[in-house]
């Protein structure tokens, strides 16, 4: 069983910046990946970042390549999400993914089995 926490989330201005982290304990077989999702009020979830636990490769959506960096700290076990240059149209609860299915693609939110309670970004104008 894993369970994630996230935290970090907030109030700011367009171009400011937060650090969501998610703080990871369980074992699965499968935890070679962790992504951040993103979901706003009458939008579907989207993948936002994912990090490979073991190469460290990471991937991006388009609306936040060159703003946001995902990172890890494998002696923590907790994935970053640095996200700088915010805009208005980051707000959105945050939520931290685990435990892709092997081969599935990393920004589709049904290859996840596990989920954290998600963490509010609200970005002003």
């Known amino acids: 069983q894993v369970r994630l926490i996230e935290s970090g989330g907030g109030s700011v201005q367009a171009g400011g910046s937060l650090r969501l982290s998610c703080a990871r304990s369980?074992?699965?077989?499968?935890?070679?990946?962790m992504a951040w999702f993103r979901q706003a009020p009458g939008k579907e979830r989207e993948g936002v970042a994912m990090i490979s636990t073991s190469y460290g490769t990471t991937a991006y959506a388009d609306s936040v390549k060159g703003r946001f960096t995902i990172s890890q700290d494998n002696a923590k076990n907790t994935a970053y999400l640095q996200m700088n240059d915010l805009k208005p149209e980051d707000t959105a609860m945050y939520y931290c993914?685990?435990?892709?299915?092997?081969?599935?693609?990393?920004?589709?939110?049904?290859?996840?089995?596990?989920w954290g309670q998600g963490t509010q970004v609200t970005v002003s104008s």
């Open positions: 993914a685990a435990d892709k299915r092997p081969g599935g693609a990393w920004d589709v939110e049904s290859n996840y089995n596990y």
């Open positions: 369980g074992y699965t077989s499968r935890g070679r990946f």
